[in-house]
């Protein structure tokens, strides 16, 4: 129970400071007060209206099914990254990402640790496997870990050059690859296991805000990281 509880705590609090994150850039980017409510009442209902959606289709059951065409990466992970490519793609969005300081995006993601201890809590728990934590083939902790040092020594106090907050965006990616990898590779070509798995809740609200709303969080900020820094020189 304490392990949902903090995976609802921790979606709610994601949202709240990516939504305040919003308030403030458009507050810098905007001038028109009424193109401000519209866009801070659109990221609010986006991003209530994300967390329902994962929340209410999770209790379903949709995803305790294991089958072709894979239902978490379909109807959670494809959505998300749509919206990902209609904003980096839209002209609209640009002045947003414009006055965002580039520190932001970075400082975000030591969020990842608090992620990495609830996978930790869901291997103790018989929900996932061994490999999938930091004890296993997931090094994605290191990129929350190392993410408020790359900030400060980036943007705050300078000392480490563009090449390097290059490579650090594109390390984080590839953790995340190594993570959704090991967790499909025993959702859907380990079916015996992963059978076990899910019916012990990796398919169940509130686990489902890993697939749904903390992944596609960490890899939008550094997409974001990455387009910023390809049109405006790192400061």
Known sequence: MMLQACFVFLALALIIIVYLMAVNVSLRAMK???????????????????????????VTGIFEQVSFPPRIPLLLVLPAFLFF??????????????????????FFQSFRIVVELLIWGMFMAG???KSA?????????????????????????????????????????????????ILMR????????????LRRGFGDFPYTFLAGLFMPLAVFMHIFSLVKASRKPIE
């Open 133 to 181: 934590t930091f004890e296993g083939h997931n090094f994605d902790i290191l990129i929350g870990l190392t993410a408020p040092l790359i900030a400060f020594f980036t943007f705050v106090k300078p000392k480490i050059g563009k090449s390097l907050f290059i490579l650090w965006n594109f390390a984080g990616l590839a953790t995340l690859a190594i993570v959704v990898f």
């Open 85 to 106: 490519f209609y904003f980096f793609t839209n002209k609209k969005f640009k002045t947003i990402i414009d006055h965002t300081p580039h520190s932001w995006p970075v």
């Open 32 to 58: 028109d007060a009424r193109q401000q409510k519209r866009f801070i009442r659109g990221t609010a209902l986006l991003l209530l209206g994300w967390f329902v959606y994962i929340s209410a289709i999770s």
């Open 186 to 197: 025993h959702s859907y070509f380990m079916p015996n296991e992963v059978l076990s798995m």
């Open 127 to 129: 929900i996932t496997p």
